[in-house]
């Protein structure tokens, strides 16, 4: 009976890793070391530095598609940045990565009260 239930098993295995390959994020590198961003363009606030050679995640693009939402593997780092930092396997098509809907205008306004409370952090500790 335990001989039946191993192939059966292995199957179930290769099917699930086969269909995580298939869901999985491309992963790309920065091939400089580049600004993340808080949203697709560059008058949204910077984030972090994305290190060059750091594997990222490619999850969403702009509807133009010079501009990516990338985070690694462990969501430790996350943001926007322009696709020309990038290094991407050469059969990766953008249009293959989703696009992400409208960007809504709300999170610039939380951006730039949290940009002031920042300054003013950064000003009163002075």
């Given at each position: 009976?335990?001989?039946?239930?191993?192939?059966?098993?292995?199957?179930v295995?290769?099917?699930?890793?086969?269909?995580?390959?298939?869901?999985?994020?491309p992963?790309?590198?920065?091939?400089?070391?580049?600004?993340?961003?808080?949203?697709?363009?560059?008058?949204?606030?910077?984030?972090?530095?994305?290190?060059?050679g750091?594997?990222?995640?490619?999850?969403?693009?702009?509807?133009?598609?010079?501009?990516?939402?990338?985070?690694?593997?462990?969501?430790?780092?996350?943001?926007?940045?322009p696709?020309?930092?990038?290094?991407?396997?050469?059969?990766?098509?953008?249009?293959?990565?989703?696009?992400?809907?409208?960007?809504?205008?709300?999170?610039?306004?939380?951006?730039?009260?949290?940009?002031?409370?920042?300054?003013?952090?950064?000003?009163?500790?002075?």
């Amino acid at each position: 009976m335990a001989r039946k239930s191993i192939p059966i098993l292995l199957l179930v295995l290769l099917f699930t890793h086969i269909a995580a390959a298939q869901n999985a994020f491309p992963l790309m590198t920065a091939f400089q070391d580049a600004i993340l961003y808080a949203g697709p363009g560059d008058s949204h606030v910077q984030i972090r530095w994305l290190p060059a050679g750091v594997p990222v995640e490619a999850r969403e693009r702009n509807s133009i598609g010079n501009w990516l939402f990338v985070s690694t593997p462990d969501d430790g780092i996350r943001g926007w940045v322009p696709t020309g930092y990038l290094n991407a396997n050469p059969d990766l098509h953008l249009s293959e990565i989703p696009i992400i809907p409208k960007f809504p205008t709300a999170t610039r306004q939380i951006e730039r009260r949290h940009w002031r409370r920042c300054t003013l952090r950064r000003s009163s500790a002075r």
